[in-house]
């Protein structure tokens, strides 16, 4: 199986479901490591799984540069064949993107282009859309604006706050994060920057 190293700073609901789908009959990919940046419950769903993470926190480094080579040969330590960002909440730098280029998944809490950043559920909701979703990406130079690799829909609710839409994107996020990374892992992708194509799709 491909080797994953999974990347996440929040409640790890999404490293959680996906360890679950790695376990599953016949699926193609295994976490051999989880990385954060800060204490997080993360940390506990690696435990609970005996495997090992990290934390590479970027308050213990003189600058960005330092932090990210540091998380760079963290993760490349465990030799993944795939890294997912499942709600990881940093910017990752260049020696990182160079080093992982092309295989570095990320999943997240929109529809791109429309709401980057990290606040992508509130700026859909204080924005008014009647439909927002999920979007699972590769990872390049900009700020969630990789070549994507699937996209599904779901309908903002007239009385949704932030913590109910948050919840039902999180539904499809975990099937459609842990769909992916089994297509990536079995097919590969072929992008040119900005169109991506798991080879095999019909789509
Ligand atoms: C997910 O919705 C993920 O897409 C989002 O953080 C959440 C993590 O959930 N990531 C971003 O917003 C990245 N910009 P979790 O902590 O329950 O796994």
Wanted: hydrophobic share 45%; aromatic share 4%.
């Amino acid at each position: 199986p491909a080797r994953l190293v999974v990347l996440a700073s929040g409640t790890g609901s999404l490293l959680r479901s996906l360890l679950d789908a790695t376990r599953t009959d016949g699926y193609p990919a295994t976490v051999v490591a989880v990385g954060v940046d800060r204490e997080c419950p993360a940390e506990g769903h690696a435990a609970d799984e005996g495997i090992p993470s990290f934390r590479v926190a970027l308050r213990d480094f003189e600058d960005r540069t330092a932090w990210d080579r540091a998380l760079t040969d963290a993760v490349a330590a465990h030799e993944p064949d795939l890294v997912v960002s499942a709600g990881f909440m940093k910017i990752l730098g260049s020696a990182f993107l160079e080093r992982f280029a092309g295989r570095i998944i990320n999943t997240h809490p929109a529809l791109l282009p429309s709401f980057p950043g990290a606040h992508a559920v509130a700026d859909a909701l204080a924005y008014g859309v009647k439909v927002t979703g999920s979007t699972v990406h590769l990872v390049d130079g900009g700020v969630d604006t990789g070549p994507i690799l699937a996209q599904e829909a779901v309908q903002v609710l007239d009385d949704d706050d932030e913590d109910t839409l948050h919840e039902r994107i999180k539904v499809v996020e975990r099937r459609l994060l842990a769909e992916m990374v089994a297509a990536v892992a079995t097919r590969g992708v072929v992008s040119d920057g900005r169109k991506a194509v798991i080879p095999g799709d019909r789509t």
